[in-house]
């Protein structure tokens, strides 16, 4: 099985999903992303779009443009995970592996990393 490559801010994602998102293909994708996970496959942190990318109706060219500087805003999230997780891109690992480094995250911290996003309200619940 190939390595699921995944961006480094998808990593929280996944722990807070709840089956909410952008539209109904983007939930049954991030949803088919999880089942995957669960045979704890490898995992490639990536720079860029992702498994989870690909179903967003936001995700163009490679590129979030949900916004005018949803780019932006994403690829700092992504930095900011990769310094508190001491990730790098290129990066393998098994999914355990990551989830483990995830949950040595407090729910408290969440909204210092994750503050901006949209979705933060069901992570920090």
Known sequence: MDAIKLRPHHLLCIRGFK????????VENFREVMRRLEQNPA?????GGDEICKACPHFK???CLKSENSEDKVRELDGMVI???????????SYQEVSNLVEKIPKSELP????????????TK
Do not use: A, H, Q
Not at 43 to 47: K, R, W
Not at 112 to 123: D, K, N, S
């Open 19 to 26: 089956g909410k998102g952008y539209s109904e293909s983007f």
């Open 43 to 47: 995992i490639e942190i990536v720079d």
């Open 61 to 63: 060219n490679e590129k």
């Open 83 to 93: 310094s508190k997780l001491k990730l790098s891109i290129g990066m393998k690992m």
């Open 112 to 123: 210092e990393i994750c503050g901006r996003c949209e979705w933060i309200e069901y992570c």
